[in-house]
C-alpha cells in the first residue's frame, strides 16, 4: 500500500531536524520520531522562556507567559495535543517544534485556560534533573583570576559536578559543615545544549543551544584546595548547583555580553559582565566538544566572575554558613534564589 501523507509529512519532518543536528558534528543515530503522537519532527526551541514546577506529584513543564505559567501537560490534555510533560523529555528527545505548537495553540484558545497557573503561587523544581554530563569551566573571567593571583589559562579549565549536585530556584543547600568550613558562592552563566556536539567548530557551536540559564558553582573552598589537589571534591557536592528558575531559549540571549551579580544578604559581591569571559560561549561549546560528546540535555557551567570570598585579603573572608541567603542573576535570564541550612 502506498505511504500515507501523514506519514510522509512525520518521516519528512524527521529527517529535516537531522539536517540540522549535522551541523553540529556527527548526526543522532536516528532523528525519526517515537510514537505515533509526534508529527512535527525534532530542534530547540525558540522563544520561549521556560521553567520546571512541582505539581501532581512530580516535575512539570512550565512556559511564561502573559497569562501566567502554562501547565504543559495540563494544556495537551485539555486540547487533545502531544507535547514533552518534563524540561528533560523537551531537551533530550528535542520536541522543540511540538512545544511551540502547543503555546500557541493554548495562548489562543479559551479551552486551555485551566492550564494557565500564577507564578508566584508555584514551587519550582530543578530546571533539569538528569543531563547525562554537568561540565563545569573554571578560572573563565579575567578579573576574577587575577583576583585569585591565578596566571590565564591558555585553554579552559575543566571539572564536573553530579545530577546529585543539581538543585532549583528557592531551594536550600545542605552545607557539610562536619568535613569543611570555608563555603564560597560562585554565580554563573549556565548553557543548556539542545543538540549533539562532538568536534563542533565555533561557527557552528551556538546552533548546538537550547537556552541559558542563571546558576551558581557553589564550592567548599577547604575541600577544593586542601583535600588532594582536584577540585571535584569541593563542588559536587550533593546540592552545590542550584540553577533556575528559568531557561530562556537560545535565539533571544547574546550570552557573551550579559551583566551577572550576586547578593549575599541583599549585599552586593559581584557585578560583571560575561564580556569579561577569557573564553567565550562559542570557544567552550567547540573546546569541550572535542574531548566529550555534548548531548540535548546537557550542562555547561561557564565561570564565575570576581567577587568570590577566595579573592579578598584573608582579614575580609568571612565564609558563608548556615542562615545565609544567596541572590544570583543574569541579565534576562531571571534570578535564582537560595538559602543555606
Known amino acids: 500500500m502506498g505511504q500515507s501523507r501523514r506519514d510522509f509529512l512525520v518521516r519528512a519532518g524527521a529527517l529535516g531536524a537531522l539536517g540540522a543536528a549535522a551541523a553540529c558534528g556527527e548526526s543522532r543515530a536516528s532523528a525519526l520520531p517515537e510514537g505515533p503522537a509526534r508529527t512535527l519532527g525534532r530542534g530547540v526551541a525558540r522563544g520561549l522562556t521556560l521553567l520546571t514546577f512541582r505539581g501532581d506529584g512530580g516535575d512539570r513543564l512550565g512556559v511564561r507567559t502573559e497569562r501566567g505559567v502554562l501547565d504543559v501537560p495540563r494544556a495537551a490534555d485539555l486540547l487533545g495535543m502531544y507535547a514533552p510533560a518534563t524540561m528533560d523529555a523537551l531537551l533530550q528527545e528535542e520536541d522543540g517544534p511540538s512545544l511551540e505548537a502547543l503555546v500557541a495553540a493554548a495562548t489562543g484558545s479559551s479551552d486551555a485556560g485551566a492550564a494557565f497557573l500564577p507564578e508566584e503561587g508555584i514551587e ?49 543547600v545542605a552545607l557539610p559543615v562536619a568535613e569543611a568550613t570555608n563555603f564560597d558562592y560562585e554565580v554563573e552563566l549556565v548553557i543548556v545544549m539542545g543538540r549533539r556536539a562532538r568536534n563542533v567548530t565555533e561557527a557552528e557551536a551556538l546552533d548546538c543551544v537550547a537556552g541559558y540559564a542563571t546558576g551558581n558553582d557553589f564550592t567548599a573552598r577547604d575541600l577544593q584546595n586542601g583535600r588532594g589537589g582536584q577540585w571535584m571534591v569541593g563542588k559536587a557536592i550533593d546540592g552545590f548547583a542550584p540553577v533556575g528558575p528559568y531557561m530562556v531559549t537560545g535565539d533571544q540571549v547574546d550570552p557573551d555580553n550579559l551583566d551577572i551579580e550576586c547578593r549575599v544578604n541583599g549585599e552586593t559581591r559581584q557585578s560583571s559582565n560575561t ?35 577566595q579573592g579578598m585579603p584573608p582579614a575580609r573572608q568571612v565564609w558563608l554558613k548556615p542562615g545565609d541567603r544567596i541572590d544570583c542573576s543574569l541579565q534576562g535570564l531571571g534570578e535564582l534564589t537560595f538559602e543555606l541550612v
Not at 134 to 153: D, F, K, S, T, W
Not at 160 to 170: M, W, Y
Request: glycine content about 10%; proline content about 7%; charged content about 15%.
Open 275 to 309: 564580556s569579561d569571559f577569557i573564553f567565550g560561549t562559542r570557544q567552550m561549546i567547540s573546546y569541550i566538544s572535542k574531548f566529550f560528546t555534548l548531548l540535548p540535555g546537557d550542562l555547561i557551567f561557564t565561570g564565575t566572575p570576581e567577587g568570590v570570598i
Open 124 to 172: 519550582y523544581g530543578p530546571l533539569v534533573s538528569r543531563p547525562e554530563k554537568v561540565v563545569c569551566v573554571g578560572l573563565n573571567y579575567a578579573n576574577h583570576a587575577r583576583e585569585i593571583g591565578a596566571q590565564v589559562p591558555a585553554w579552559p579549565v575543566l571539572f564536573n559536578k553530579f545530577n546529585g549536585s543539581l538543585n532549583r530556584h528557592r531551594g536550600t
